[in-house]
């Protein structure tokens, strides 16, 4: 470990570490937010980023796997929220390599049913589909086939 990077720096960057993975620009962010000098923060980052700590295309997949299989979003959302968290646009490419299309049909049948379930009308339901980043062609196939097996088996 390099002597000359500060303490509470690495302390924090090392704290934040041991909660979740981070990208580099959202441990980045925080950082700078807890006031620490732009210069000192790049060397820790880069420390850090030599060290094995952080790795954006490990973090994107990771969070393509947890977005996929705990959240139940689609393949736009986990985009657009890796796009906001500061990861590259090559490692995001790559870790989108590992979303399953599989469950991406079983996360939408999911949640169509679920929503259909509790009254909700094929298009709010598709719109809310929509909103966890599917496609919207898809989201509305599969609420209207959820109401049309709803219906089915009452």
């Not at 090392?14 to 620490?36: I, N, P, Q, V, W």
């Not at 796009?83 to 299309?101: F, K, L």
């Not at 509790?118 to 298009?123: E, L, P």
Request: charged share 35%.
């Amino acid at each position: 470990m390099n002597e000359d990077l500060p303490g509470k720096l690495l302390a924090s960057a090392y704290r934040y570490l041991s909660r979740r993975d981070h990208s580099r620009a959202e441990l980045e962010r925080k950082l700078t937010l807890r006031g620490f000098e732009p210069g000192q923060i790049r060397d820790v980052l880069n420390h850090l980023e030599g060290s094995g700590y952080i790795n954006d295309l490990e973090f994107a997949r990771g969070f393509v796997r947890y977005c996929q299989r705990i959240r139940r979003l689609g393949q736009r959302r986990i985009r657009q929220e890796l796009e906001s968290r500061g990861v590259g646009r090559q490692a995001i490419w790559e870790a989108m390599a590992s979303y399953d299309q599989n469950l991406e049909e079983e996360n939408l049948e999911h949640l169509a049913k679920k929503k259909i379930l509790s009254g909700k009308d094929v298009n709010k339901v598709a719109s809310y589909l929509v909103r966890r980043g599917f496609l919207p062609g898809d989201a509305l196939g599969v609420a209207r086939k959820a109401k049309e097996n709803i219906f089915q088996q009452e």
